[in-house]
């Protein structure tokens, strides 16, 4: 399944979050990914399973992040 990045705002009240879902990693290695997008991207965010959410709109930011990793 590949990674796939996007903006959602549905269900969050008008709030714009960067969703990025389908991380194969465990979930010690997304919560460390998760650390360092949202210092990156100076925002707040959560990680449950194999998704992401970053507050805000962060596309560009988390796309490099994401190719750097070897993700995309």
């Known amino acids: 399944m590949p990674v796939k990045v996007y903006i ?4 969050r009240k ?11 990693h465990n979930p010690q290695v997304i919560e460390r ?3 360092d ?3 990156k991207c100076g925002a707040g965010g959560t990680s449950y399973q194999k998704t992401i959410e970053i507050q805000g709109e962060h ?4 796309n490099k992040y994401l190719k750097e990793e070897g993700l995309l």
């Open 37 to 39: 997008l949202k210092k």
């Open 14 to 24: 008008g709030k714009t979050v960067t969703v990025i879902s389908g991380i194969p």
């Open 33 to 35: 990914m998760a650390r």
């Open 59 to 62: 596309l560009n930011e988390v």
């Open 8 to 11: 959602d705002k549905k269900g």
